[in-house]
DNA sequence: CTATGTGAATCGCTTCACAGCA
DNA sequence: TGCTGTGAAGCGATTCACATAG
């Protein structure tokens, strides 16, 4: 039952907010940089440009961790460093497998991101002998025979999964069952899990439909929206055919560009099955 | 400035909610397995199920499409898929760039995920000249030099950044500057990009962090809090070295398993720089 | 006088509960 | 009767604005 990113929904223990957590690693990076430059403070307006926020809600997110700041001065970047270290865990040492050794798990085993920063990857699994045995990243590619024993030796507690869509809740079930208790799922599928585990889901496929919606706001609206609106106007059954007419429109529209969007936006209605529906949000 | 996942903060045309954005493609993959199962309706509940989301909320983001179900009965597979498919601009074909063909890019080239829904890598683009004329996924990598030209000549409003994190700025500015408007950028840095651009951002090691986060505390609570306790006390400057137990405390932990963990989290404080704060949020 | 820390106002999303339609 | 569609309540996150501390 419990399944995406549904995390204690009732009993948060105390909780700094999920969206808080979601951000600390943006500080963190952030911090990472200016301590390397041996910037020694930054004030909240600074730290929050650098991490793409606002600095009222940076401010409020550090509130949660305790007073860390100096009224008139602004924070202490290495001691920032360390309590947002420590607050997400990353003060110990994280032991991970990475599951189903393709293009995406190779790319990640060689990603830096993860050993710098407590990340550990603890052995590389997948259920092709063809690839068992051979070297990804400096580890030896091991055989999904050997999971459960992988997974005890190496006391790991978070999986990441980067095989096909198909193989993902067995092999999500089996690193359940012996013990890992966070998932990282690449595989674009739902995944369900018991109570306790933490799944977390990143699906590229997903991204970039989010992406063509907007991208379609903004160059379907004014200019070939006639074919939309005649096809949402239609009864059910009929299914229209693939346009392949975005580029057209999307050139179009590009030459109007950045600045012209934010103005077309305004004076802009959506094509709905109810026909016309005026704008409810007041610019 | 505008940078992020804000999208259009006040001109919000008339619309659908950014978090009912997010879960169509969701809605979209679930409907699609319906259809190739030739199932011809489903509830709120089924299809919510499949999702991995409630059916009410299901249902309240349907409702900002249109009245697309039938009372009593459900929804119709296929029309579903057609009118989520259109909401989202996947009736058209969407070129896109993926620049930085390391690990990570050649990955995005070979994801079956992308071209199954509209999507079409028009070209693979890196600075390497090593790479370049290479053939990955089928198509040959491209000298960055060209790329003002092949996303000219391809009308490609969608880029993807796989660059390392000190080339994807520049990598950005240059194709927002050459016509692109939207930009999945998997390099770990904030991209800053005009107004009218929109970023959306997968950050592997962001999402582990996030894991450990509440990794640590199912763990730690109970266990070796202690250390955390004691560190947290400590004045500024007394930066404590990485603790290498996380290991030994996830593997007690773990013994305790999935139910323990709801339980322990009622009874739990979190360690604060001020000693012991009570709960703020009552249960 | 500057920049943090935080109550209070606001906003948007989720959930509830039921009216309305097939 | 069964399930959708939706006002209204609830809840968490963001933003505002200022008291407070250095």
Redesign the interface.
């Known amino acids: 039952m419990a ?2 990113r549904s ?2 929904p ?7 907010p999920e969206a808080t ?2 951000r ?3 500080y ?3 911090l990472t940089a200016l301590s390397e430059r041996s910037v020694p403070t930054v004030s909240s307006e600074e730290l929050a440009a ?4 606002n600095s009222a809600k940076l401010r409020k997110d550090f509130s949660y ?4 700041g100096t009224r008139g001065v602004g924070y ?1 970047v ?2 920032l460093v ?2 947002i270290s ?11 497998v990475i599951v189903g050794i ?3 798990g ?3 085993a ?2 830096g ?2 050993a ?4 550990r990857v603890a052995a590389l699994i997948d259920a092709d002998h063809a690839l068992t045995g051979r070297n990804v990243a400096g580890l030896p590619v091991r055989h999904t025979d050997e999971l459960e024993d992988i997974i005890r030796d ?2 790991v ?2 999986g ?1 999964i980067a095989t096909p869509a198909g193989a993902a809740q067995e092999v999500c079930d089996r690193l359940v069952a012996a ?1 890992v ?4 799922n690449f595989a ?1 599928t ?1 995944l ?1 899990v ?5 799944v ?1 889901k ?20 004014d200019l070939g929206e006639a074919v ?1 609106a005649a ?2 106007g239609e009864e ?2 009929g ?2 055919p ?10 179009a529209a ?1 030459t109007a ?6 103005a077309a ?2 004076k ?3 094509p ?3 026909g016309d ?5 007041p ?1």
């Open positions: 399944s995406g995390h204690r009732a009993t948060r223990s105390r909780g700094i957590v979601a600390l690693p943006l963190l990076r952030a650098a991490a793409g926020v961790l305790g007073s860390y202490d290495e001691y360390y309590q420590r607050e997400l865990g990353l003060t110990q040492d994280w032991p991970v393709g293009n995406l190779a790319a990640l060689n990603y991101g993860f710098s920063r407590g990340f190496n006391q507690s978070i990441v013990g208790t966070s998932i990282l674009p739902v369900s018991p109570d306790g585990v933490d977390r990143v699906d590229l496929s997903i991204e970039l439909q989010i992406l063509a919606f907007h991208e379609q706001r903004k160059a379907g609206e939309a096809s949402a059910k059954g299914l229209a693939r346009a392949k007419t975005a580029a057209a429109k999307a050139a590009r560009a950045a600045k012209a969007v934010a936006a305004g802009t209605k959506r709905g099955p109810d529906v005026p704008a409810v949000m610019a």
